[in-house]
């Protein structure tokens, strides 16, 4: 599955959602990938997980990003000679652990989910799932400062990837539309702008960027790259929208009266 299909996981169900919703948080997901015929994720230590509460670090992003205990050091040893005995290389195993992160995110197993990933990125921290993924929860768990921190990590090793551009964007534009943050605003604008380089189909980049424009009050180019979303696919308009953007301007198109 490219990275394209990927992005369509969550928040192309985010970017469908009229503005009204796109203001609050819903039950989002991001995946419905099968499993890797044949194996299951315990086929290595994963069952023996620790317990878990709020502040375990195995079920807290990147483990917490905090120091390891030598505890926590024996169980990632331990983890990745299993896994190198399971797998032909690290890089299929982290694949293999996104994967079924994944489907837990779909099935609302946020914790669960948040493990995967993390098992994920230890096996390989240039697997930009993981930190898309990671981010995915923080945003159902309406952590939007972290949840855009963690879209980030993962541009850093995707940086051609358009989708989660996209997605990084609407999560800041969310974040503005709460807090007013005009540095949020022209980042996302300008991460849109990027997206638009490497890809000019996702009618949902040119929606969000419309929203943007509009934000600034600059309702020609509101209007413009609406009529570019909606050119490529109608359904990507938010009608709830589009009347705010009529009352500000009428369409120059006269497409919609």
Not at 13 to 29: D, E, K, N, W
Not at 61 to 82: C, M, T, Y
Not at 112 to 118: D, G, S
Not at 130 to 142: A, F, H, K
């Amino acid at each position: 599955m490219n990275n394209r299909t990927k992005g369509i996981r969550f928040f192309g169900l985010l970017l469908c959602l009229p503005l009204g919703v796109f203001a609050q948080t819903g039950s989002l997901v991001s995946s419905a990938r099968k499993v890797e015929a044949g194996k299951s994720d315990t086929v290595v230590e994963v069952s023996k997980e620790p317990n878990r509460t709020v502040a375990n670090p195995m079920v807290t992003p990147l483990f917490g990003e905090q120091a390891k205990s030598a505890k926590h050091i024996d169980w990632e040893v331990r983890f990745l000679n299993e896994c190198d005995q399971s797998f032909a290389n690290r890089k299929e195993a982290s694949q293999f652990f996104s994967t079924r992160a994944w489907e837990y995110l779909t099935e609302g197993q946020l914790d669960t989910a948040t493990y995967r990933f993390n098992l994920a990125w230890l096996l390989d921290d240039k697997n930009s799932d993981t930190y898309w993924g990671l981010g995915v929860i923080s945003y159902q768990q309406n952590k939007m400062p972290e949840s855009i921190r963690l879209l980030k990590k993962g541009l850093a090793v995707a940086d051609s990837n358009a989708v989660l551009m996209t997605d990084l964007a609407t999560v800041e534009l969310k974040q503005y539309k709460e807090n007013k943050d005009a540095e949020l605003l022209e980042d996302a604008i300008s991460v849109l702008n990027k997206a638009l380089q490497y890809d000019v189909t996702n009618a949902n980049t040119f929606m969000r960027l419309s929203w943007a424009n509009f934000s600034k009050g600059d309702y020609s180019a509101a209007w413009e790259n609406l009529h570019k979303g909606r050119a490529l696919d109608l359904g990507a308009v938010d009608f709830v929208y589009l009347q705010e953007l009529r009352e500000k301007m009428p369409d120059p198109k006269g497409f919609f009266k």
